[in-house]
């Protein structure tokens, strides 16, 4: 059929209503109508009559039947063959003009209701109530990988400790772009306490009305990642452009990470993609020359151990004052010294690398064995001590130093004698890296050096030996050997044998004389 070639008009009507959850302010809506007119030709016109056909530029392509420039119809539109011409009857205009016509009153019809049922959605005005108020509304669950599932609500969440810290929320479409100061919970506390398995790969988290996003473990359990309640000081549902009682703040992040009204956060062991991220966005999300990580408070501390040319950090977040933190490696004994404001309650999380100090751990509290609140990756281990006002010191014993300490096994006289040799063989002592220097101490004022030593004593007594094995990364492991120093078998003591040699001297002498009186 030819009806295109001349089409009365032609009515779009598009309709933008946007109300995302995640990267654009809540409650903007817009409505967008566009017409447009193709091409218009009354065919009642004293210019569209019978004998138009025959006109001289009828075959002129360009130029519609009255011999005007032609408007040309959109190109998703059929033509007829006809159309090549830029000739058609007049009955084939009418029909078109009939069918446009007929196209035109139902989308017209159809706009207007759409306009009329948005109008009134405009009209209803937004109730922004506080979903604290509402506990069923508030519960978030945590659950996958992890020994302990947690199901929490909006008051529990608010009894946790917090933390703020200044971060900008930017989306991909850079709307919104908006800094505030966020104050929430740091996820890995959360995770520490639903006890998250070494096998973890990915946290995601999922919102009302389905959107999700992923997270490696590493980026979750950043000091900095944390589920936000407040912003600027006021809660969530109070915000203009923030969702739900709960956010995700993922510092230097794009915002569709940053998930709002967060109701599930899940800890898989695959590569899951989000619904940004599943389409193609990049997983890494990255916001380019974001600067430094935000300053939090209360701040987490980072305390550096240096052994050999080797470098460790414990990293501790605490309300509490950190008064002291000392390691003893050949104890494989981290002591913290802490002290809680009276009157108040604290709390401490120790975040420990694994191959500084190997799980399992035992922990004590002045003293005292407790049980803790453990999460581990297969990097780092974090530790959870509540803690009450007072002063506090709280040990971590582990069960291996980060597996490069040198291993000693001493092969050695531990009684020998006076006057004779004793062998000390090291040799068979190992280190994953290798072992550089053997020293010895032997205790009496002398010193060797090398896997297999020998030494003999002087004096009868017991005798303290050290060693000290150092391996290629400096650091060393020491050994202390205890010696027992006797008499040979059939010795006698100096003054025993003068005391014999002047007897002895006596009876040859009195000997003497006797022969000599006889012979007279």
Request: aromatic share 12%; net charge negative; hydrophobic share 40%.
């Amino acid at each position: 059929m030819a009806d295109t070639g001349f089409v009365h008009s032609l009515y779009s009507l598009r309709v933008w209503y946007l109300e995302p959850r995640n990267c654009q302010r809540a409650d903007w809506r817009s409505v967008y109508t566009s017409f447009f007119v193709v091409s218009a030709h009354d065919p009642n016109s004293a210019d569209f009559s019978a004998s138009h056909d025959s006109r001289p530029n009828c075959g002129q392509v360009g130029l519609d039947p009255l011999g005007r420039k032609r408007r040309q119809p959109p190109k998703h539109f059929p033509r007829s063959p006809r159309d090549s011409h830029n000739c058609i009857t007049r009955s084939d205009a009418i029909h078109g003009i009939l069918r446009a016509e007929n196209m035109r009153k139902g989308l017209e019809t159809i706009s207007i209701a759409l306009m009329m049922i948005l109008a009134l959605v405009n009209s209803v005005p937004i109730r922004r109530t506080s979903k604290a108020l509402q506990p069923s509304l508030g519960v978030l669950r945590i659950y996958g990988s992890v020994d302990k599932p947690l199901n929490l609500t909006y008051d529990e969440f608010a009894s946790f400790p917090m933390v703020s810290e200044e971060a900008r929320l930017l989306c991909v479409a850079y709307f919104p772009d908006v800094t505030y100061n966020w104050t929430g919970i740091p996820l890995f506390y959360l995770l520490t306490l639903a006890e998250i398995r070494p096998e973890a790969y990915k946290i995601v988290t999922r919102g009302v009305g389905g959107f999700e996003s992923d997270l490696l473990v590493e980026d979750a359990l950043r000091p900095t990642t944390i589920l936000a309640l407040r912003a600027n000081g006021t809660n969530l549902p109070e915000v203009s452009g923030i969702q739900g009682l709960y956010r995700l703040v993922v510092p230097c992040k794009y915002g569709y990470k940053w998930v709002g009204d967060v109701e599930e956060i899940e800890v898989v062991t695959t590569d899951y993609k989000g619904t940004y991220e599943g389409s193609g966005w990049s997983d890494e999300a990255d916001v380019p020359d974001c600067g430094p990580l935000p300053a939090q408070t209360p701040p987490l501390r980072t305390f550096s151990l240096y052994y050999g040319n080797m470098t460790f950090e414990v990293d501790v977040y605490s309300n509490a004052s950190v008064d002291a933190l000392a390691f003893d490696y050949t104890q494989k004994a981290l002591n913290i010294n802490l002290t809680v404001p009276e009157g108040t309650s604290g709390f401490a999380e120790f975040i420990l690398q694994q191959d500084f100090l190997r799980d399992p751990y035992i922990v004590t509290l002045d003293g005292n064995a407790i049980n803790v609140t453990e999460g581990d990756t297969t990097r780092l281990s974090y530790l959870y001590v509540p803690l009450n006002g007072g002063f506090h010191v709280t040990t971590i014993l582990g069960t291996e130093f980060f597996g490069h300490i040198p291993q000693i096994i001493v092969d050695y006289n531990a009684i020998t004698y006076f006057g004779q040799n004793a062998t000390f063989n090291a040799s068979e002592s190992f280190d994953l890296r290798g072992i550089v220097s053997y020293e010895w101490s032997f205790g009496d004022g002398t010193n060797a050096s090398g896997p297999v030593v020998f030494h003999s004593y002087g004096e009868v007594g017991t005798y303290q030996v050290r060693l000290n094995v150092t391996n290629i990364e400096g650091i060393s492991s020491f050994e202390t050997l205890t010696v027992i120093v006797g008499n040979p078998p059939g010795y006698i003591p100096l003054p025993l044998k003068v005391f014999l040699a002047t007897v002895l001297s006596l009876l040859v002498l009195m000997l003497a004389i006797l022969l000599r009186k006889r012979r007279k």
